[in-house]
């Protein structure tokens, strides 16, 4: 079958944009072009059919402008990600997230850190929103008010080209945020908008009285209901009520406009042209309205990613794209891509899900709604890879389905309420203290803050000088982080977990930050408990060591490369969960051991995937069942059983 090469206007186009280049880098880009016309037009289309060969060709304009911009080095590394596309699924990568001035002080700083980073394994660095916000209260850095602009604390946009130049050359990929979904209110749109230009005005939704608002909130969810309630603001310079689901100085942008389209697609070809490696398109869920629905999932939201990627794959294959969804478990895989859009949308996608069911089966200490849970999920389509990690910037929401709770035996209400209050430490025993985020009084829900060394309370223990209680605390956060690097994808380290730093106590003292826990788990790294990161016999070192440990073993075992699934089996020990990935070298099992008491696993488990010798890749120990076929667990435990030693990676 004949792959059908884009339409003469979109070709001809192109070859007038590139006519200063150099041939070969011409006939690259219309070999591009040609390659992903189809998924280009299909996606346009999806979203924009009234307006789709215009905005095509604007499209293939901006994609052509920024390619013959492109630095030689980038285009190397194009050509590197094409011949390798399954770059990111490799079992050697590992993120770290941070914010830059709370990691390092600036975007200079973190360039320092490379070694630091490497001697962590890392291979893919997220900083948390750097690009300009909105002075003031900014949701974090995601209510942006210039994207073409760095923070002024962090330096400028030559220092994040040269940032991303000198983690490319450490193995290390820059990651940046992307907020898709609105700007601030002080952004050029919007000023533009409140100054009466009826073109920007397009730009977002905007009401004239409450009819319009009033039918879409009959249906809409409030995602901050304690201190945004509504998804509509007033605005008098603008004369009207314009849509903000998250604050009152965000405005969500009318992604059915297809200028929307093309000013975004500008905005991610800028950033890959910096050396932005792969994009997080922040709240993505949210972009296309839809009356009578919630607003969330509508299916030209896969429709635009398909575009936006393909013209990346034209413009600058190196790009990943990275989705921000963080939605029920039904709705995630979408985001990598089901049916018409499968190998077309994200690269990459969060694994919420696994998230949670770490939480809650450390709180359970019962891993059967895990077991449930993340055995109906399917797995990621093939050429992508889920996001896996313990904790992150955000706060934690029980996204547990009824189903999988009422299945297991479990009343999902009641059960949402024990993991809130075991993670505030309301529950009579619960050693952890987190902070209740954004209590519903009208439903009850409540989500959690803290870091992941404060939701298992080890920075109480330590307080309390109490050794046991340390040492289950530090075997909590290395099963935890076992369960998500043992998971296959990317598992990625939020800054400061490697250390087992507590929660800033003075979080609330920033202007801004008064009302919004979540401050709370995004302190400023600890340097003077880095630097005891080398002492095997300080919290520090034991926990920096069981991470770099976890992440060399991983390295090594292709078993854990993202292309093999992670299969849950059905547990025969309420309190041991049991992953299996199969690979052509061999099976591995994972074998955890999440509660707080000895457990048995029987042989004939791993015998039965065709493991007759197997031996733990994380001690090279040789395991022998006794003679009733048992393997004694420790408790809060793991092991990665193989059929033979993995060796030191290379």
């Given at each position: ?6 339409p003469?206007?979109?070709r001809?186009l ?8 150099p ?19 299909a ?6 059919a009234d307006?789709a ?9 901006l994609a052509a ?6 630095d030689?080095?980038?285009h190397d ?17 590992l993120?770290y ?7 390092a002080?600036?975007?200079r700083?973190?360039a ?22 909105r ?15 760095v923070?002024?604390?962090l330096?400028t ?17 820059l990651v ?7 700007v601030a ?6 000023r533009?908008?409140?100054e009466?230009?009826?073109?920007h005005?397009?730009?977002?939704h ?8 009033d ?9 901050f ?14 004369a009207g ?5 998250f604050?009152s100085?965000?405005?969500?942008l ?6 929307v389209?093309v000013?975004?697609?500008?905005v ?7 050396g932005?490696e792969?994009?997080r ?5 949210f972009?296309?309205k ?8 509508e299916p ?15 413009a600058c294959p190196?790009l990943?794209?990275k989705a ?6 039904d ?12 190998g077309r949308?994200?690269d ?7 998230m949670v ?9 019962d891993?059967?709604l895990?077991?449930h849970?993340l055995?109906?999920l ?6 992508t890879?889920?996001?896996t990690?313990?904790?992150c910037?955000?706060d ?9 709770a ?12 024990f993991l809130?209050?075991w ?9 952890a203290r987190g902070?209740?985020?954004q ?6 829900d409540r989500r959690?803050?803290g870091t992941?060394a404060?939701?298992?309370?080890l920075?109480?223990a330590r ?5 046991v209680w ?10 935890a ?16 977990d490697e250390l087992?730093?507590?929660d800033?106590?003075?979080w609330a ?10 401050w ?11 630097a005891r990161?080398?002492?095997p016999?300080?919290?520090?070192g034991?926990?920096f060591?069981?991470?770099?440990h976890?992440?060399r073993?991983?390295?090594a ?5 993202a ?13 041991v ?12 099992v994972?074998v ?5 008491s000895?457990?048995?696993?029987p042989?004939?488990r791993?015998?039965?995937v065709?493991l007759d010798?197997?031996?733990d890749?994380?001690?090279d120990?040789r ?9 004694w667990?420790a408790?809060?435990?793991v092991r990665?059983l ?9």
């Open positions: 079958m004949t792959r059908r090469r884009a003469l206007a979109a001809r192109a070859v007038d944009r590139l006519a200063a280049l041939e070969h880098r011409r006939q690259m880009f219309l070999a591009r072009l040609d390659r992903w016309w189809g998924d280009l037009a996606g346009v289309r999806g979203a924009y307006a060969d215009e905005t095509c060709l604007r499209l293939v304009g402008d920024a390619y013959a911009q492109r030689d080095d980038l590394l194009d050509l590197r990600r094409m011949l390798d596309p399954a770059w990111f699924q490799s079992p050697a990568m993120g997230a941070a914010y830059a001035d709370r990691f002080r600036d975007l700083g973190v320092d850190e490379v070694d630091y980073l490497r001697e962590l394994g890392v291979t893919y660095l997220h900083l948390m929103p750097l690009l300009a916000p002075e003031g209260d900014n949701d974090g850095g995601y209510a942006v008010a210039d994207y073409r602009t923070r002024a604390d330096g946009v030559e220092d994040l080209r040269a940032l991303a130049g000198t983690l490319r050359a450490g193995g290390i990929s940046v945020d992307l907020v898709l979904n609105h209110r002080e952004h050029e749109w919007a533009l908008a409140r009466g230009s009826a073109r005005r397009a730009y977002f905007v009401f004239d009285d409450r009819t319009g608002p039918a879409y909130e009959r249906t809409l969810v409030d995602v209901p304690q201190f945004a309630p509504g998804s509509f603001t007033w605005d008098d310079e603008l009520w314009v849509w903000t689901t604050n100085w965000q405005w969500d009318n992604w059915a406009n297809p200028d389209l000013e975004m697609a500008d991610v070809l800028f950033l890959a042209n910096l932005v792969v994009v398109l922040d709240a993505i869920a972009l296309w839809r009356l009578g629905t919630w607003c969330r999932n030209e939201v896969h429709a635009i990613t398909q575009a936006l990627r393909a013209l990346a794959r034209i190196a990943a794209f921000e969804a963080i939605v029920g478990p709705d995630l895989v979408q985001y990598l891509g089901v049916g018409a859009h499968a949308v994200s990459l996608a969060y694994h919420n899900s696994l069911q770490v939480w809650s089966m450390l709180a359970a200490q891993v059967r895990a077991a849970a055995r109906r399917p797995a990621a389509p093939a050429g890879a889920w996001i990690y313990v904790r910037h955000d934690i929401g029980w996204a547990i389905d009824d189903a999988d009422a299945a297991v035996g479990l009343d999902p209400y009641l059960h949402r309420t809130s209050d993670y505030s430490g309301a529950f009579p025993g619960s050693p902070l209740v985020f209590l519903n009084p009208e439903t009850g959690i803050s992941a404060t939701l298992v309370g920075p109480a307080a309390a000088g109490d050794q340390i040492d289950e605390a530090l075997a909590r956060l290395r099963l982080h076992a369960v998500v690097l043992g998971w296959g994808g990317v598992p990625v380290l939020w800054s400061g087992g730093q507590g800033d106590e003075a003292d920033e202007p801004g930050h008064e009302a919004d826990n979540r709370a788990h995004r302190p400023r790294l600890d340097r003077a408990a880095a990161r080398h002492d016999t300080s919290v520090e034991r926990l060591g069981d991470l770099v976890l992440a073993v991983r390295a075992l292709p078993q854990l490369d292309s093999v699934p992670a299969q849950v089996l059905e547990p025969d020990d309420p309190g969960l049991v992953v299996l990935h199969e690979h052509p070298t061999g099976p591995l994972a955890h051991n999440v509660t707080s000895w457990r048995r696993f042989g004939w791993w015998r039965a065709g010798d197997a031996v890749a994380l001690t120990e395991i022998r069942p006794g003679d009733d076929d048992q393997v667990l408790p809060l435990s990665w193989v059929g033979s030693a993995p060796g030191s990676p290379g």
